[in-house]
């Protein structure tokens, strides 16, 4: 049984990405109204961009999404983290980026705040991912079975298709819609006779 407090947290825990978000943005609103900034030794004040309004749209558009929209939630916040990563909006008060050059070409392009919030979401749903993979893999014994079906059913079409001729039997491995272990019994029916 599960206590009050772990189904909030369950319930809740993808506003903590979204809350660093939040505090980013707010950081950055408060530089950019009492703070300067140095620049080749000058002081300015910081200057915002599309990409700092872009990333406040963002985090408004994901909480209202979060508790308006539920079921919509994991795919904004999840194209709010590639913008971010990317760089096509910005959460912090200067534009840092990671970049990876081969040469003169830019293999890619991470903003590190934005970078470090999705481990973060990743730390967060590592259990979720974990048991829906689980979920998607076939378990040892359903394989088995399956196989141990499967033997039974080419046994069964092998002694159903042995009295059929060569032709038949052709007919029945060019017509693809029998199963997998007809098409089997019939192909390994004709290649005993041919060997025979």
Same mark, same amino acid.
């Given at each position: 049984?599960?206590?009050?407090?772990?189904?909030?947290?369950?319930?809740?825990?993808?506003? #903590? &990405?979204?809350?660093?978000?939040?505090?980013?943005? #707010?950081? +950055?609103? #408060? +530089?950019?109204?009492?703070?300067?900034?140095?620049?080749?030794? $000058? /002081?300015?004040?910081?200057?915002?961009?599309?990409?700092? /309004?872009?990333? =406040?749209?963002?985090?408004?558009?994901? /909480?209202?999404?979060? =508790?308006?929209?539920? &079921?919509?939630?994991?795919?904004?916040?999840?194209? %709010? @983290?590639?913008?971010?990563?990317?760089?096509?909006?910005?959460?912090?008060? $200067?534009?840092?980026?990671?970049?990876?050059?081969?040469? !003169?070409? $830019?293999?890619?392009?991470?903003? &590190?705040?934005? =970078? /470090?919030?999705?481990?973060?979401?990743?730390?967060?749903?590592?259990? %979720? #991912?974990?048991?829906?993979?689980?979920?998607?893999?076939?378990?040892? *014994?359903?394989?088995?079975?399956?196989?141990?079906?499967?033997? *039974? !059913?080419?046994?069964? =079409?092998?002694?159903?298709?042995?009295?059929?001729?060569?032709?038949?039997?052709?007919?029945?491995?060019?017509?693809?819609?029998?199963?997998?272990?007809?098409? *089997?019994?019939?192909?390994?029916? @004709?290649?005993?006779?041919?060997? %025979?």
């Amino acid at each position: 049984m599960t206590t009050p407090l772990a189904q909030s947290y369950q319930r809740y825990k993808n506003l #903590i &990405p979204l809350g660093v978000f939040t505090v980013l943005c #707010i950081t +950055t609103l #408060i +530089t950019r109204f009492s703070g300067t900034r140095e620049a080749d030794g $000058t /002081y300015s004040h910081i200057i915002l961009s599309w990409k700092h /309004y872009g990333a =406040f749209a963002a985090v408004l558009l994901n /909480y209202g999404i979060f =508790f308006r929209f539920r &079921p919509q939630f994991k795919k904004t916040f999840i194209a %709010t @983290l590639l913008l971010g990563l990317f760089g096509i909006i910005n959460f912090t008060a $200067t534009d840092s980026l990671w970049t990876l050059k081969m040469g !003169d070409t $830019t293999v890619f392009i991470l903003q &590190p705040a934005s =970078f /470090y919030v999705a481990l973060l979401t990743l730390a967060l749903n590592y259990k %979720t #991912i974990r048991a829906r993979q689980a979920k998607s893999e076939p378990p040892a *014994e359903n394989l088995q079975s399956n196989e141990k079906h499967y033997r *039974e !059913d080419l046994e069964k =079409f092998k002694s159903k298709y042995a009295p059929y001729s060569n032709e038949d039997l052709e007919k029945i491995i060019a017509d693809r819609r029998f199963t997998a272990a007809a098409l *089997e019994a019939a192909e390994q029916i @004709l290649s005993e006779r041919k060997t %025979t």
